[in-house]
Structure formats: structure tokens, C-alpha cells
């Protein structure tokens, strides 16, 4: 009949569109692990957290900065849906921060956390496995025991634990779940020097996988290492954020020169801003001109320059973001 063949078309037509739609949506990229726009958090008459948007790509580490009282675990709160926000949006994993569907692929390690000290490494594991509702086998938990260096451990109470131990095994409850977005706050407060190259490197794991982090450390050594990029807090607002090359913008080379001619001084400042003492001068040129450097020898060579030695230096992340930090200040009495 023409009317049956007819309505077979358009239901050959709706399923081939709707297969084209399906092809569409998964050649799109994932959403991002943590996205936030305005948010805004006021106690009382303190307003912690002012405006506050940032995100965090899928398979990347990013560090959050700031002084203390900045606003960043309130943040890491409000992002994790356990402050609710005065304003604002949150996304995590392209769901409502809100939505426990979307908080059960995610791994915290909070600042303050405490484990009943009658249980054992082992049990702490499992009891939080069984919370997250994920299926994780028993040589699954040993493992990530072994990563964070609790093996030897797994079966002493953890009321024995010192506070680096406490430390570790609050990373592996992190991690146990298989997370897609770690939020790690202060992960290596109570670590020694090894502790913090363990957490360093577990970071650069996860990273090689995959899984996005958000990292809230003052150690800014570890976060200039591990992460793509950093936001920095301040008073509840972002005072800065971007890639390191970008909020560094710019590198040193400190150069021992003597026999130095005119020409080589004018060849000198056009390589960048030039500081000298005595035979040594620091120059400073944008971070992303690495050509810089072998020309700038090269040619004070051929004017007769003797070059003693050439230190390559760099703009701090410490120093970077000291400097944003007073600017605020100044900004604020002003």
C-alpha cells in the first residue's frame, strides 16, 4: 500500500537522523572535570568567595594558589556540592554538582579528615568502597594501598597511624574508587621529603591516564612541577590564572661577559630587559623565546664578547605570584 510504504520512509528517515545525531554527540569532546562560573559565598557579613569562575580539562592537573583565607577549600566545597553557593553554576563532569550521579566518579582528599581508629588500613579501604557504590576487587584496594606505600600496613589499626601514614591513606581512599576528577587539598601537609615525591609522581600518574586533578597546595614548589596550569585566589576572587608560561611570562639567562664593546651593550637590549653587576649580566626575555638565547651568544661572540658562562635562570612561580599578591594589596589600599 502506498500509505505503508510511506510511513516505512519516514521511519527509515527519523532512524537515519537519529543516527546521525548519535554519531554527533559522541564525536564531541567529554565536558570538562569541574566547571564554575560567578560562584559567590558570604558567612555572615564575610565574603569568603566573590565571583569565583575556573575550570578543569579532562586529563589535566591544576593548581590552586593563594594566601591563607583566599577562599580556595570554600571553593573546592561549593565545587564538590558540599557548600551550597549564594550564586553561581557547577559542573562536574557535565552533571549539577549537586547531583550524587556525578559526585561518585570524583576522588577528594580533604584538608581535615579523620578515620575511626579501631579500624585498619585495609577496612578503612573497603568501608569506603562500599560507600561509593563502585565495584573494586580486594587486590584492587592492595594496589592502591601499594601505591601510596601502605602495603606493610594494611592490617595495623590506623589509631597507630602517625600523621604522614594518616596522610597516605587518605590519598588511597581517594583514589580506590577509580575517579575520573581528583580533588586533592593540602595532600602532602603532613608528608616528609619522599612522601612528597610519592604524591608528586602518583599526580603525573593520574595525569597520564587521564584523570583530571585539581591540586590546593602552598607548597609552590610541587605545584610549578606537577601542574598545566594555575589559578590564584585572592580575598575570594581570581587575582590570575592561566599556564605557567603565561603567568610567568618571562625566563633569565644570567651571562659572565667581559671585553664588552658598545655594540655588544645595544645587542644586549635588544634581547630583552638588562640588569648588570660587575661582568654579570641577567637578561629577561619572553618565556616562549627559547631561540633567544644560542643567537644572543652567537652574535656577542662575533663582537668580540668573551663569554665565561651563560646560567639559564627563570621567573619564579613563588615570585610570580608574591608579586600579584602585593599588587592586590596596593590595589586595595589605594
Known amino acids: 500500500m502506498p500509505g505503508g510504504a510511506f510511513i516505512d520512509g519516514a521511519g527509515t528517515g527519523r532512524d ?9 554527540v559522541a564525536d564531541l569532546p567529554p565536558p570538562a572535570a569541574a566547571w564554575c562560573t560567578g560562584l559567590r559565598k558570604r558567612y555572615g557579613k564575610r565574603t569568603a568567595v566573590d565571583g569565583v569562575s575556573l575550570e578543569v580539562g579532562r586529563g589535566e592537573v ?7 583565607g583566599a577562599g580556595k577549600t570554600t571553593v573546592i566545597k561549593m565545587l564538590l556540592g558540599l557548600v551550597r553557593p549564594d550564586a553561581g553554576e557547577v559542573l562536574l563532569l557535565g552533571q549539577p ?10 576522588g577528594y582528599l580533604p584538608e581535615l579528615f579523620r578515620y575511626q581508629p579501631w579500624l ?6 573497603a568501608l569506603h568502597v562500599r560507600l561509593s557504590g563502585a565495584e573494586v576487587s580486594a587486590q584492587e584496594q592492595r594496589d592502591c594501598l601499594e601505591l601510596v606505600g601502605l602495603a606493610e600496613r594494611a592490617g595495623d589499626r590506623v589509631g597507630g597511624f602517625s600523621k604522614g601514614m594518616q596522610q597516605r591513606l587518605g590519598l588511597a581512599v581517594a583514589l580506590v574508587a577509580r575517579p575520573e576528577f581528583v580533588v586533592l587539598d593540602e595532600p602532602t ?5 619522599l612522601g612528597r615525591v610519592d604524591v608528586r609522581d602518583i599526580v603525573l600518574s593520574l595525569k597520564s591516564r587521564g584523570i583530571a586533578v585539581l591540586l590546593n597546595s602552598h607548597l609552590i614548589g610541587e605545584v610549578e ?5 594555575v589559578v590564584i585566589l585572592d580575598r575570594g576572587r581570581v587575582a590570575a590564572s ?3 608560561v603565561e603567568l610567568l611570562g618571562q625566563h633569565e639567562v644570567r651571562l659572565h661577559l667581559t671585553g664588552m664593546p658598545p655594540a655588544a651593550e645595544g645587542r644586549l637590549a635588544t634581547a630583552g ?8 649580566f641577567t637578561v629577561a626575555f619572553p618565556a616562549d623565546d627559547e631561540a633567544t638565547v644560542p643567537d644572543l651568544v652567537r652574535d656577542l661572540v662575533a663582537l668580540g664578547v668573551r663569554v665565561h658562562a651563560v646560567e639559564p635562570g627563570r621567573i619564579s612561580l613563588e615570585e610570580r605570584l608574591l608579586g600579584i599578591l602585593r599588587d592586590g594589596a596596593e590595589e586595595e589600599r589605594s
Open 120 to 125: 585498619s588500613a585495609a577496612e578503612v579501604l
Open 189 to 193: 601537609s603532613a608528608l616528609d621529603p
Open 62 to 68: 591544576v593548581g590552586l594558589l593563594g594566601p591563607n
Open 225 to 229: 612541577r606537577v601542574c598545566d596550569r
Open 97 to 106: 554538582a549537586a547531583e550524587p550521579a556525578a559526585r561518585a566518579r570524583v
Open 273 to 280: 630587559r638588562v640588569e648588570r653587576e660587575g661582568d654579570w
Open 16 to 24: 537515519d537522523v537519529l543516527r546521525d545525531a548519535a554519531r554527533l
Open 242 to 244: 592561566g599556564s605557567l
